[in-house]
């Protein structure tokens, strides 16, 4: 089973930006820390490294971390399917811990799975603090669905999920398959709580730790962006903190609607009423946008 999992989850793709023409912009300096997605890399010239060169551009003498996990590149991209995810939110805390440059504070931008690990960085570890957030596709909700499969629309898809579902939820999927740590099953919603080693825990589905709670509220602004063609992640609701409604696998729900939302148990409901909360869609698949929407939509909040 872990070896049809995995070939879906290399069919993944790297981030593929449009280019255009540079402009000035200010010199607006708080520094920024990126976290990459799965299957790609802190330093892959065709995603972060481009990514880090067009916002060095864009802000003159902006300082931008792209985060490594491991000790080099090929570490970091094993380390995005095969490791233990709550480690890697600790190293990268140290990390940034110790950077004497992000000692005023930072932004953060995390890019699909990147983005969800950021948020525990912000939940867990709130000095340097953490000014604005940005999820760029990322799936606070985890996923219930192999990337290009949707379950909803196709009986084979929805059959390999089904038969994932209970296997994810070992201890051996939950300490070194990175995906299976945010593995949400709707059908199995006692399982999910009760062994998802990251997200039940970061999402506060045991218990409400009020740290979590605190520290995520100390965000200036926390930024969704959902693709609106996505055929990745699946459901696409998740990007913006929305799932499948529990006990069945074809429902949505917002976060709005969601429990997590009226209990107030991760501080969400505050943070939309503060105005903190902000939405964004953009058309494309996973990740593809375009520099122009970037600039545009992105780059205001890294001031
Ligand atoms: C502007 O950026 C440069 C680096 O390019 C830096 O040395 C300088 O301190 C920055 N100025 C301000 C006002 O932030
Ligand atoms: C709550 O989270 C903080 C920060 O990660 C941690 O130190 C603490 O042990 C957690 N408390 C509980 C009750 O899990």
Not at 131 to 156: A, D, F, T, W
Request: charged content about 20%; overall charge negative; glycine content about 8%.
């Amino acid at each position: 089973m872990a070896a049809i999992l995995l070939c879906f989850l290399l069919a993944a793709p790297v981030l593929l930006v449009t280019s255009s023409p540079i402009h000035d912009s200010d010199n607006g300096t708080v520094p920024l820390v990126l976290w990459h997605g799965m299957g790609d890399s802190c330093c892959n010239p065709l995603s972060m490294g481009y990514i880090k060169k067009m916002i060095e551009q864009e802000i003159p003498g902006v300082y931008v971390l792209s985060v490594m996990i491991g000790k080099n590149i090929v570490e970091d991209t094993e380390n995005g399917f095969f490791s233990d995810v709550n480690e890697q939110v600790s190293m990268v805390c140290n990390q940034l811990a110790q950077d004497p440059k992000l000692k005023g504070g930072y932004n953060a931008m995390g890019f699909s799975q990147g983005a969800q690990f950021l948020r525990a960085v912000a939940q867990r570890c709130p000095s340097p603090p953490m000014k604005n957030l940005i999820s760029v596709g990322g799936q606070h909700q985890g996923v219930y669905g192999l990337p290009r499969c949707p379950g909803e629309s196709s009986k084979i898809c929805d059959m390999i999920r089904e038969a994932l579902n209970k296997e994810a939820y070992l201890g051996w999927f939950q300490k070194h398959l990175v995906q299976a740590q945010y593995w949400h099953d709707p059908l199995n919603d006692d399982l999910y709580k009760k062994y998802s080693r990251f997200l039940a825990d970061i999402n506060q589905e045991r218990a409400v730790n009020e740290t979590y709670k605190k520290n995520l509220q100390q965000l200036e602004k926390f930024v969704m962006v959902k693709f609106l063609q996505d055929s990745v992640v699946d459901p696409v609701d998740t990007e913006w903190f929305g799932f499948l409604k529990t006990g069945q696998a074809k429902e949505t729900e917002t976060l709005q609607e969601s429990v997590l939302y009226k209990e107030d148990r991760l501080g969400l409901a505050a943070m939309d009423k503060a105005g903190k909360l902000v939405f964004l869609a953009t058309e494309g698949d996973h990740l593809q946008f375009k520099e122009e929407w970037f600039k545009a939509n992105l780059l205001p909040y890294l001031h």
